[in-house]
């Protein structure tokens, strides 16, 4: 038996509806995000887990929450999974940081690996913090199912990261729109990536709501 783990996006939010950047930001999930986490519930409650592990924000604690309550399972906080941190571009839009922040937004946009929102985080670190959760996760659980639920940049950075792809791409090669799963299986020959960015696990009418 191998270890596999889900990686769970949190549900739907007010900043996942506009686009505005949210990285430390702490909004609640809107009442659609909340149906999304408890329709992740229902559809995976069967599957034996092993553990769950959590980005310490309120999005990600409501979105682990039905499966854990309903399986009385204790979800496990990781500082290492919190969203990539936007600096100064946190809870504005696009287009205003393009306005008054163009040259970072430019290298942001050539070169995310090492290029940082102003004031904020790079991939690198948030791929380095992120490590130390897989990590951990890969020396105390050798089978069995891991839920690891945390937001879009952070999960599309640790995917790179574990698939060996260049961590400056994140934006460009991999999508993980809200409360999908994408699950990675650990074998001999290291992470095999499964499933990405599936979300049939919600009702049509969430699948098609959008959002990024």
């Not at 930001?25 to 559809?43: I, K, Q, R, S, Y």
């Not at 792809?165 to 991999?174: F, K, N, P, T, V």
């Not at 993980?176 to 290291?190: C, E, P, Q, R």
């Amino acid at each position: 038996m191998s270890l596999n783990l889900y990686f769970l996006r949190h549900g739907e939010t007010i900043y996942s509806q506009t686009g505005g950047y949210c990285g430390e930001l702490d909004p609640e999930l809107t009442p659609v995000g909340v149906e999304m986490a408890e329709a992740f519930a229902a559809a995976y409650r069967s599957l034996p887990w092993t553990a769950v592990f959590v980005s310490p924000m309120k999005r990600t604690i409501a979105t682990a929450k039905p499966l854990c309550d309903t399986l009385g399972i204790e979800m496990q906080l990781r500082d290492g999974l919190r969203e990539i941190s936007y600096g100064k571009w946190e809870d504005q839009t696009v287009e205003f940081v393009k306005q008054n922040y163009q040259d970072d937004y430019l290298r942001w946009l050539t070169e995310p690996a090492w290029n940082a929102p102003t004031g904020g985080e790079t991939a690198v670190q948030v791929a380095s913090r992120a490590s130390i959760v897989i990590a951990e996760i890969e020396e105390n659980y050798s089978t069995g199912n891991v839920l690891v639920v945390a937001h879009k940049a952070t999960l599309r950075i640790v995917l790179c990261s574990l698939l060996g792809i260049d961590l400056g791409r994140y934006r460009d090669r991999i999508n993980t729109l809200v409360a999908s799963v994408s699950i990675i299986k650990f074998d001999i020959h290291g992470p095999l990536l499964q499933v990405l960015g599936d979300r049939y696990h919600l009702p049509e009418y969430l699948r098609n709501l959008p959002g990024t």
